[in-house]
């Protein structure tokens, strides 16, 4: 029997953290300047995993030399950096005390709310022995960034890269085959709603109000994940119903588990990224 969605404690303290990061990240409204932004060096560890638009970084000195130098090198001339979310999923990781976090929402550089950049976001939270949390994965992407990462076995960018071919031309051609990925421990957030278990989950998925729909993957960033899983982010656009001319962005995060040789979705979270 599937148990029933996670406590909605997970969620409060996602959201809680989300919130103190940007306005940390951003500094004092109404100046967004960046001013506070080295201290999120209490948020992450020696051991914490960071991919910014592609690079990959390890450790908080690595991490935190980018976060305090991305502006001036990546956003020459913006002064101030504003992040506001749209939304703000989260699930308990079940192998664990984490949680995990998915964000979607714009970036408005020099306080222009004209022409906001979108952006997704995916945290892991670990507990530290204070009763705090700490950033132990952080995936972030903004929407003008569109390079696939190349194969690397440290960071199980090949096990992704294969895993979301293999799911999307499934979801997209026969979606009642997503089964056997899929376990009763299984959990799913899909534009907000959670269920837990493979029938639960498989019920959702195939009952979904479009009869096509054809993904395409912008980016899949690839973390290893508890020594033996993969931490994926898929960003990318899809059409439904054969209207490929206004395409809809999403925003997909998957945790892999291994299973007999082979993989399982321990953790699915869904967002279209609009606002």
């Known amino acids: 029997m599937a148990q029933p969605p996670p406590n909605a404690d997970f969620q409060n303290i996602g959201k809680a953290f989300a919130d103190h990061y940007y306005n940390t990240f951003s500094g004092p409204a109404p100046a967004f300047d960046g001013s506070t932004r080295a201290n999120l060096q209490t948020l992450y560890q020696d051991r914490s995993f960071c991919t910014w638009d592609g690079e990959q970084m390890m450790g908080m ?7 305090t130098t991305f502006q001036a090198v990546t956003y020459p001339g913006i002064t101030s950096l504003q992040h506001k979310m749209t939304t703000c999923d989260c699930q308990p990781i ?6 995990l976090v998915v964000i979607t929402g714009d970036m408005i550089a020099n306080g222009n709310a004209a022409a906001p950049v979108k952006f997704s976001q995916v945290f892991v939270l670990l507990p530290t022995p204070t009763g705090g949390w700490y950033i132990a994965h952080d995936m972030f992407r903004t929407s003008g960034v569109v390079s696939i990462n190349p194969p690397n076995q440290a960071d199980k960018s090949d096990v992704g890269k294969a895993f979301t071919d ?3 031309q499934t979801f997209d051609t026969n979606r009642a085959g997503l089964a056997t990925l899929y376990q009763d421990t299984s959990l799913l ?3 907000k709603d959670q269920f837990m278990g493979m029938q639960p989950i498989m019920t959702k998925l195939t009952t979904l109000a479009f009869t096509q729909v054809q ?8 973390h290893p994940y508890q020594d033996t899983g993969v931490l994926i982010m898929v960003v990318g656009e899809l059409a439904v119903d054969g209207e490929t001319t206004k395409p809809l962005k999403f925003l997909q995060s998957f945790v892999l588990m291994p299973a007999a040789g082979s993989w399982f979705i321990n953790h699915d979270i869904f967002r279209l990224n609009y606002g």
Not at 61 to 67: C, D, G, N, P, V
Not at 215 to 222: G, I, K
């Open 61 to 67: 000195q690595a991490i935190m030399t980018k976060l």
């Open 166 to 168: 293999h799911f999307y």
């Open 215 to 222: 993904h395409s993957v912008a980016t899949c960033d690839c």
């Open 94 to 99: 079940t192998q664990g005390s984490g949680v």
């Open 189 to 191: 957030t899909f534009e």
